[in-house]
Each structure stands twice: as C-alpha cells, then as structure tokens.
C-alpha cells in the first residue's frame, strides 16, 4: 500500500471535519468526487489498483458517524429502509464478484476490465482477479454513501451547506475544464498532478484541437460528472433558489458540456432537453412557462451565435463540424464505436450464458451501465437497481414534477432529477456496474428531502387541531426528538 500526496491532503481534511457536523463531513466525501482520475492510496498488493480521494474519504465519514449520538434513531432506521433496494442489489453484486467467477471459471470469454489489447475485439477467458475485489468494494462504498448521506440529510437538514456546494463544484468542474485546455494547448500539463491514478489517460485531441477533460481521466467521465452538476443547477435555478448564481452556473456547465465534443455529453444533454419540454407542456405553471421562455431564447441566442462563426471562420467550423461528426453520427462506425458495441454484446452474452445470475462484478467491462449490471449481477441486479432508481424518482407522483420554493425540499427535488439524468451518459458509456459515489449522494438527498407536494402540504396544514393526538405516543416523541436533532439552516 504506497499512499500519496492526494491522499496526505484527504488525511488533512478529514482531521479537520471530524470535529464539525456530519454534513460538513459527507460534503469532503462529495468535494473530493471531483478528483476523478486522482490517487489517494495505490494499492500495490492488488496490482497497482488505486484508490479514488473519495472512496478514501469514506473511512472518515464512517468514523464520524460512529460517534454520532443519533446513529442508532429513528431516523438510520428510515434511511435503511429508503437504500434497503439498493442494499441488496450491492450485497448481491459483491457475493457475485467471489462466487461467479469461480462457478463459470474459464466457460466463457469476456473483455477484460483493464484494456490489455489494442485489438477491438480482445477478450479473456473468465477468471477470478483483482478487479473483482476492487470493483464491488467500489459497490459497497456506494451503497453507504446512499445510506449515510439519507441518514445525515435526514437529521441535520444543512440544505442550504449543501446546495452551495454542489454550486461551487459545478463552477470548479468549469475552471478545471478551461485550465485543462488552456495548459495542455501551452505545453504546460499542469492539471497531471491530481492525474496520478494508475488508469489509462485517453489522448484527448482532435484536429490538432484539445478535447476538455479537467481534472478526469477522459473526456467522458468529465460530460458524465458535469451532466449531473448542470441538471442539479438548472432544476435549483427552475425552483428560484440562489436564481442568479444556479442559472450562470448552469449555462456554464451546458457551455463547457458543448465544447467536449463528448457523444456522451449531447445524449445527456439531449434527454433533459426533452424532459423540460414534457415537462413544460404537461405540468404548465407561471414559474415554468417564464423560465421555459429564458431557456428558449437562450437556445436561440446560442443557435444564431453558432451560425455567425460558421459565417465568419469557415475553417475553425469546418474542423468543429467535422469533430462533431466524428463524435456523433459517425460514432458507431469508428473504431471506439466498434469497440464499445462489441463489449455492450459481449456483456448481454455473460447474462445469457449465466441464466440471468450473472457473472459477477469486475469480472468484465461493458460500455453501457444497463449491460453492465445485467451481465455482472443478472436478473436480481436489473431488478433491485431500476426499484431503487424508481424510489429516488418516483415519476407516478404529482410532486415530483412541482416547482416547489421550499428551499430544503427544492434541493430533494433537484437531486433526484440530477442523479436519473445524471446516468444517462452511463448508459451508453458505463463501463461496470457502480453508478458512483455522486449518484449515491445525490439519491439519498433525494429520498431524504423528497418533496410532500402542495396537496400534503394543504392537507397537513388545514388538519384539525385535536388531530395531532390521535397520533401514537411514540411517534410523536420519535417526530420532536427529531426535530430537536435538526440544527436551523
């Protein structure tokens, strides 16, 4: 085990939130997510695999809510009932990655998890290794940030500490991209230092033109992580909360998405285009209908913006054009479209060839998420996963949809759009089955801060006085010691 100096400043800030409240302590976890293609521990018993600042950060966060007095209350017990689906689905993904492999040992071949070939179409025979291990750790650290972030969320209610953090990320995740750009097109690769993780750097040019990949490991990764953030920001800036800082951060982060020529970033972007649309036609309100027209003219600003450079820079939009077309259309007949077609059949192979049991987690690569989990976990995984993704955003309710300007409840709302819109750019790029540390924050947010709706609110509010002592004893004591625990935002 060989820690780095990533891993000294992680060891620092986590000293220092172990005496602050939780939130401020899960907030490091999130801030550290950022840091996609960095190191904190290398672990050299396991071939080299390296472990992210964010899943490192996950034992301070541990320790911190071991002392918590609330740790046994109700409110852990809600928690555990709002992750129990997605409990299972990792519970079952690690059994998987130390069964499966041994019980179909070498019966069939499948991409290996770390690219050893240049060859399109490489594969193994099946067979137990480190990435086993590594990956469904990797699942189980996801599955407590669900439940420590829904039971933290749930007792100290710091909506506001949250929310601007998420803001202020969404604006480094801008900086770092443009640093990248500028830097590497200088000669100056000065965002290699929070590189040093042992994966495979993609070469990220085209054209001579360098493609934004920030402080991540390729330039999907970087449209995945700042998909999330410019949907977080955009339903906040939907709702009115912080409305000038979450609207610039949005258009920034839908600028930057734009320029990393990421298929990736357009599908994601695509898909949340047409959700406001549906959305601004079936659940019309003042507050949508404004804000669906400022959206509207900016799309129209940026549309005439597009054409005037094509106009008066015909090569800069040649090559732009060009890029884009490679990118996109001409996507799937590219060798990485190829490739990633072959490794998508490949793990729909595993699924079948296992019965719908799988062949564990780690044991393969894929390039889409749904594949992934149906090839490594099977049925039972495809299952649990799309209950729980159902859970964090339940579409049948009418709250789901309100612009609600409770501001605690306004970010419930925002992260649940943010983490299902968030996996789109995995489901056609996701390599395993581990959707990640910021979906799993931003699902406990989500199940934590779920909106009640006007139609509870009304209710609760027009309830008759004398109806609160038809309540139970119990609950009542549970609802105010719970009360007392969650500090004023």
């Not at 499966?100 to 499948?110: D, N």
């Not at 357009?266 to 649309?277: C, E, P, T």
């Amino acid at each position: 085990m060989e820690p780095t100096y990533i891993g000294a400043i992680v060891l620092l800030a986590g000293l220092i939130a172990f005496r602050k409240q939780m939130t401020v302590m899960l907030l490091v976890v999130v801030v550290a997510t950022i840091f996609g293609a960095a190191s904190a521990v290398n672990m050299t018993a396991l071939g080299g695999s390296s472990i992210q600042p964010a899943v490192f950060a996950l034992a301070f966060l541990a320790a911190r809510m071991a002392v918590s007095p609330d740790l046994l209350s109700n409110g852990m017990e809600r928690s555990l009932k709002d992750s129990l689906l997605f409990g299972l689905f990792a519970f079952y993904g690690f059994l998987s990655a130390y069964v499966f492999p041994r019980l179909f040992y070498h019966q069939i071949e499948l991409p290996p998890t770390k690219v050893i070939s240049a060859a399109a179409f490489a594969v193994v025979p099946l067979a137990p290794s480190s990435q086993n291990i590594t990956q469904s750790t990797y699942l189980l650290g996801t599955f407590f940030v669900v439940l420590a972030t829904a039971f933290i969320a749930r007792q100290e209610r710091r909506s506001r500490l949250v929310a601007m953090t998420l803001i202020y990320l969404g604006i480094a995740h801008v900086v770092f991209g443009v640093l990248d750009v500028v830097f590497a097109t200088a000669g100056l690769p000065i965002l290699d230092v929070v590189r040093n993780a042992n994966y495979s750097i993609v070469d990220q040019t085209f054209g001579g033109l360098r493609r934004i990949q920030g402080t991540f490991a390729e330039t999907s990764s970087y449209s995945a992580y700042g998909l999330a953030l410019l949907v977080f920001t955009t339903e906040m800036w939907l709702r009115g909360i912080e409305e000038r800082l979450t609207g610039w951060t949005s258009l920034a982060l839908a600028v930057a998405l734009f320029f990393t020529t990421s298929s990736s970033a357009y599908f994601g972007l695509g898909v949340y285009g047409l959700i406001l649309g549906a959305r601004t036609i079936y659940f019309p309100s003042p507050m949508a209908q404004r804000k669906g027209f400022i959206l509207a003219c900016f799309a129209l600003i940026a549309a005439v913006a597009v054409l005037t450079v094509c106009v008066a820079l015909p090569a800069v939009a040649e090559l732009f054009s060009r890029m884009l077309a490679e990118m996109t259309i001409n996507k799937q007949k590219s060798f990485s479209g190829i490739q990633r077609g072959f490794w998508v059949e490949k793990a729909w192979e595993a699924f079948t060839f296992s019965k719908g049991v799988g062949v564990g987690v780690g044991s393969f690569r894929s390039s889409s998420l749904v594949s992934a989990v149906a090839g490594a976990t099977g049925l039972p995984g495809l299952i649990a996963f799309g209950l729980f993704l159902y859970k964090v955003l339940p579409l049948h309710k009418l709250s789901t949809y309100q612009l609600t300007g409770n501001r605690t409840e306004a970010v419930g709302a925002a992260a649940g759009w943010a983490a299902i819109v968030g996996l789109a750019p995995a489901m056609v790029s996701g390599a395993n089955p581990d959707p990640g540390v910021m979906f799993a924050f931003l699902a406990g947010l989500a199940m934590a801060w779920a909106p009640r709706g006007q139609a509870a609110l009304a209710a609760a509010s027009s309830a008759p006085a004398g109806a609160a002592s038809a309540r139970p004893e119990h609950a009542m004591a549970s609802t105010s010691l719970e009360a007392r625990s969650r500090p004023a935002d």
